[in-house]
């Protein structure tokens, strides 16, 4: 079956570093990826998306790319925020047009420090 | 964006009572909702797909008869814990799909905690 293998948290980091969270993820078919966002005390808030090989998502500065010859989709922002702490989740799709099913990582919790 | 709502945000309830918490989107119309529950520092499991108009799907090893899914209307489904347990205390999240052309994307509420003492 499906499955999202996430980086284990907590993440620190001083702000304006470079960040990092990598996710790779098991599945049959091509299905589209999806990067998370919850903040404290808040629902779930998509970040961004990539739908097929080779797609970047982008959103707010953070970035990832769909590379299927490593089934990886690795979370990145070249310069972080205080206001980007939260946790952050991975989660894989049905493939092509049906999303009736989310598969989530773990989440990774990620603290910027001033 | 889309607004999902849950409520209420958090419930403490004496173990044997049953619990309902609601999900309504609240600037569109939801065909399929999902109820999910999330323990502390873990992922995300989903329970069950609700389907307005017609029973909800409920995913390996979640009791059905436990976790009652209503889904009566376009904007609202409801999620009833009945006869809670201390191990039903958890966080339930609900989700609502919306299909927009090649778009397909699932918007979250914020979350219900259940404490049952």
């Known amino acids: 079956g499906n499955s999202v293998t996430q980086m284990e948290g907590p993440v620190t980091l001083s702000e304006e570093a470079f960040l990092t969270i990598n996710c790779t993820y098991t599945a049959t078919g091509y299905p589209s990826l999806f990067w998370y966002v919850q903040y404290p005390g808040e629902g779930l808030q998509l970040l961004l998306k990539?739908?097929?090989?080779?797609d970047k998502g982008s959103n707010k500065g953070f970035e990832a790319t769909y590379r299927k010859e490593t089934t990886s989709f690795h979370l990145e922002k070249g310069s972080v925020q205080v206001s980007d702490s939260a946790v952050y989740f991975c989660?894989?799709?049905?493939?092509?047009?049906?999303?009736?099913?989310?598969?989530f990582g773990t989440g990774t919790r990620l603290t910027i420090i001033p | 964006g889309a607004v999902v709502s849950q409520h209420p945000s958090r419930v403490i309830c004496k173990s044997g009572t049953s619990v309902k918490i609601e999900c309504r989107s609240l600037d569109f119309q939801a065909t399929t909702m999902f109820w999910y529950r999330q323990f502390p520092k873990q992922s995300l499991m989903l329970m069950a797909t609700?389907?307005?108009?017609?029973?909800?799907?409920?995913e390996q090893g979640v009791e059905k008869d436990k976790f009652l899914i209503n889904h009566a209307s376009l904007t609202l489904s409801t999620l009833t814990v009945t006869s809670a347990h201390p191990e039903d205390s958890s966080f339930y999240i609900c989700s609502a799909r919306v299909l927009a052309g090649v778009t397909d994307t699932q918007y979250f509420g914020p979350g219900t905690r259940l404490t049952v003492l």
């Open positions: 990539a739908t097929k090989a080779d």
């Open positions: 609700s389907n307005e108009g017609s029973k909800a799907t409920y």
């Open positions: 989660a894989l799709g049905g493939s092509n047009f049906g999303n009736e099913k989310l598969t």
